[in-house]
């Protein structure tokens, strides 16, 4: 019997808040706010009659720390699942740790405008420093460890899928897969199709970077930068077939690096079709990404937002969407003295989502996570003060949640391993 | 001695006005007139010590037959030569015919908007009923043709390379070289690169109807429409060398069809680069090339203009551009009895034509058959009453000037056919 408040209404929270509801007897109570609090009322009402949780809603700022504090004082949960854009990460820990709650989010902090020349800078500065590339990292959130710690509360940070699930799938391989863990490879494949030319699932900004931003990845317990999408496999996905996937930096590589100190090789690989990139690749050409603006008849118009005027609505793509994505982590190293290797993964179609909570996987994959992190917390499965991310918890009962609502994990244990 | 009036400043007119220039003894006064006079007084100003051609300027919007006829009526030209744009043809004839002046073009009239709905209606149902896919036709113009026989004036329609040279060429392919022609093949290839991943020569609208407008060609006398871009062959250029081409409708089929009915098969291909066609099709995908304004931040904007202030002004595109234009005709037939085939074409350098005129090869292929053309009209090598287009001339007189003046024609006997 708890009481949580959730920040946030898009994609991701509906899906976690669907399943929070199916989950009445521990969420017996939620909060859902956000800044357009009609988008919170029709989320409520679509669920009305079809749970026992008590669904209210409220409007808030999540910019603004005092807004957070007051709701919190108002609604007085016991923890806040920070499920809104990432910006607003470090202003809702302020308000937990003013207020005494636990914390909880899907992805780490990041400033609002990275591409802001000054800002860009320090980010730059900051993961240069720390030794990987980037435009976010951990720092942020990590700093916060002492106040949580003193406080006796628990931060959860980065609880969706990747970061999330994959970083449990390398604590359950490390508890009882292996002695010693040497490689980890993790392949994040969406084999979706939703029928459009082009069309990007989240905000064109963030496929942008996903694309242009150099990789990294730990070689021998070392960084290492490469130019971007200069690393290419091809990989054989488990029910859904040849697809070509591309090293990049992600960010559960920092922290799995700070926690599996002994692993030589930490790589994250994306799959991405040809006719994305190609698409991409002409629209930067013709300056279409760019966030520099230009004087059109008069008026100031940064090119890529014009873009995401003209795309699709990442929404509308949901009931169209069909295929399935596949995302795990494959692991080599040694176990009883013996050398092996072990993949484990889950594969999620993208119209059983659509059908179930009327997301499409990608949301679906992160939001059920947030909603059994969640469950870890309320229930005590996980409980120690601090400001942590997935894998420094027993990741037993966390994948057992995932099995039972809806991202069960399956396993190989002779897998094709990747170069 | 002559008098001409030269309606447009762009980048075919200062082709043009500056070989004109170089036949002083023919061209001994030039007015240079356009909607913006300063145009016309840079480019004045750039010849004033390198030419004995007396030449004046003056505004004018050629929209407006009233503005024409008051500045013919105060120059006195013996010739007005049309190189502006293909919308204000019309007026500028109506102006000459009241005048009682000759008349040139370069490109056959279209009404300026033929993405206005109403009027694409109208061009469809004409381009249909004349049996060939286009936007603009020939009828708009031979309309005049009573007008300017009875008031004993020459209109010369499409006097650049093609529409123009091709049309001398097929003339004199049939006055010299055939008894009967069976087939041509019109081959337009620019081979010229910029140096840019994607940038247009001409404005961004004009070169996406090339790509996007179903193609259409004769055969067996009668017209057959095809998918855009659906027919395509590779050829291998002199002094170009291998280059996909594709076919599509172009203006001079129509007056070629109808000049030459004894010709079985007419085509017409352009070549086009792989990166060129996937830029289009990607800037296509994404609705950048729709002329239907978007609502954006409020504003009305309309993508494809919005393109254009993205993409490199055609006009620096000259001064980088290297490589060679191959352009000429292909005919098979029977001359004494005998099958043959015989391949009449020019090869133009864009760095050579910067070098002489300040334009890369695809004004200069343009400026100068306007100049030779307006040289046959007021030498009297070509003399007769109407509204006709190239191939219903003496092709001698004018291939003997374009040799001389910069575009020299090349024969091969033994031509590799297109399948």
Same mark, same amino acid.
């Given at each position: 019997?708890? #009481?949580?408040?959730?920040?946030?209404?898009? +994609?991701?929270?509906?899906?976690?808040?669907?399943?929070?509801?199916?989950?009445?007897?521990?969420?017996?109570?939620?909060?859902?706010?956000?800044?357009?609090?009609?988008?919170?009322?029709?989320?409520?009402?679509?669920?009305?009659?079809?749970?026992?949780?008590?669904?209210?809603?409220?409007?808030?700022?999540?910019?603004?720390?005092?807004?957070?504090?007051?709701?919190?004082?108002?609604?007085?949960?016991?923890?806040?699942?920070?499920?809104?854009?990432?910006?607003?990460?470090?202003?809702?820990?302020?308000?937990?740790?003013?207020?005494?709650?636990?914390?909880?989010?899907?992805?780490?902090?990041?400033?609002?405008?990275?591409?802001?020349?000054?800002? #860009?800078?320090?980010?730059?500065? #900051?993961?240069?420093?720390? +030794?990987?590339?980037?435009?976010?990292?951990?720092?942020?959130?990590?700093?916060?460890?002492?106040?949580?710690?003193?406080?006796?509360?628990?931060?959860?940070?980065?609880?969706?899928?990747?970061?999330?699930?994959?970083?449990?799938?390398?604590?359950?391989?490390?508890?009882?897969?292996?002695?010693?863990?040497?490689?980890?490879?993790?392949?994040?494949?969406?084999?979706?199709?939703?029928?459009?030319?082009?069309?990007?699932?989240?905000?064109?900004?963030?496929?942008?970077?996903?694309?242009?931003?150099?990789?990294?990845?730990?070689?021998?317990?070392?960084?290492?930068?490469?130019?971007?999408?200069?690393?290419?496999?091809?990989?054989?996905?488990?029910?859904?077939?040849?697809?070509?996937?591309?090293?990049?930096?992600?960010?559960?590589?920092?922290?799995?690096?700070?926690?599996?100190?002994?692993?030589?090789?930490?790589?994250?690989?994306?799959?991405?079709?040809?006719?994305?990139?190609?698409?991409?690749?002409?629209?930067?050409?013709?300056?279409?990404?760019?966030?520099?603006?230009?004087?059109?008849?008069?008026?100031?118009?940064?090119?890529?937002?014009?873009?995401?005027?003209?795309?699709?609505?990442?929404?509308?793509?949901?009931?169209?969407?069909?295929?399935?994505?596949?995302?795990?982590?494959?692991?080599?190293?040694?176990?009883?003295?013996?050398?092996?290797?072990?993949?484990?993964?889950?594969?999620?179609?993208?119209?059983?989502?659509?059908?179930?909570?009327?997301?499409?996987?990608?949301?679906?994959?992160?939001?059920?996570?947030?909603?059994?992190?969640?469950?870890?917390?309320?229930?005590?499965?996980?409980?120690?003060?601090?400001?942590?991310?997935?894998?420094?918890?027993?990741?037993?009962?966390?994948?057992?949640?995932?099995?039972?609502?809806?991202?069960?994990?399956?396993?190989?244990?002779?897998?094709?391993?990747?170069?």
């Amino acid at each position: 019997m708890s #009481r949580v408040l959730v920040i946030g209404c898009g +994609g991701v929270a509906n899906v976690a808040v669907r399943k929070c509801c199916q989950v009445s007897d521990v969420f017996s109570e939620l909060c859902i706010a956000s800044r357009t609090k009609s988008k919170c009322d029709a989320l409520a009402a679509s669920l009305a009659d079809k749970t026992e949780t008590k669904i209210t809603t409220a409007e808030v700022n999540a910019d603004n720390v005092q807004e957070v504090i007051g709701l919190i004082r108002s609604y007085r949960p016991e923890l806040v699942m920070n499920i809104a854009l990432p910006y607003q990460d470090l202003t809702i820990m302020d308000a937990c740790l003013a207020c005494g709650v636990h914390y909880m989010d899907t992805a780490n902090y990041e400033p609002e405008d990275t591409d802001d020349p000054a800002w #860009r800078k320090i980010y730059e500065k #900051r993961c240069k420093e720390a +030794g990987f590339s980037a435009y976010f990292d951990y720092s942020w959130q990590w700093a916060y460890r002492e106040r949580f710690e003193k406080a006796g509360l628990t931060a959860l940070l980065g609880c969706g899928f990747d970061p999330g699930v994959t970083q449990a799938y390398c604590a359950y391989a490390k508890k009882h897969e292996f002695d010693r863990i040497d490689t980890i490879d993790i392949l994040d494949c969406n084999g979706g199709d939703h029928g459009y030319p082009f069309a990007t699932n989240f905000n064109p900004e963030v496929n942008l970077r996903e694309v242009s931003a150099p990789g990294s990845y730990i070689e021998n317990g070392k960084w290492v930068e490469i130019p971007a999408m200069s690393v290419k496999r091809e990989y054989d996905f488990d029910q859904v077939g040849r697809k070509d996937m591309y090293l990049l930096h992600h960010e559960e590589l920092e922290s799995l690096a700070a926690n599996f100190p002994e692993v030589k090789r930490l790589r994250f690989f994306m799959t991405f079709g040809q006719s994305y990139l190609t698409h991409m690749k002409c629209l930067e050409n013709i300056g279409m990404l760019s966030t520099v603006p230009v004087d059109f008849e008069g008026t100031e118009i940064v090119p890529i937002k014009f873009l995401k005027a003209l795309l699709p609505d990442p929404a509308s793509l949901g009931p169209r969407t069909h295929g399935k994505t596949n995302i795990g982590c494959i692991f080599t190293g040694e176990q009883n003295g013996k050398k092996k290797a072990y993949y484990i993964y889950n594969i999620c179609d993208h119209q059983e989502c659509y059908r179930e909570v009327e997301s499409q996987a990608v949301s679906y994959t992160t939001g059920v996570p947030a909603m059994c992190g969640a469950l870890m917390l309320l229930t005590k499965k996980w409980d120690k003060a601090g400001v942590y991310t997935v894998e420094e918890f027993d990741p037993d009962p966390f994948l057992d949640a995932l099995d039972k609502y809806g991202l069960p994990r399956r396993e190989n244990r002779a897998p094709v391993l990747v170069d």
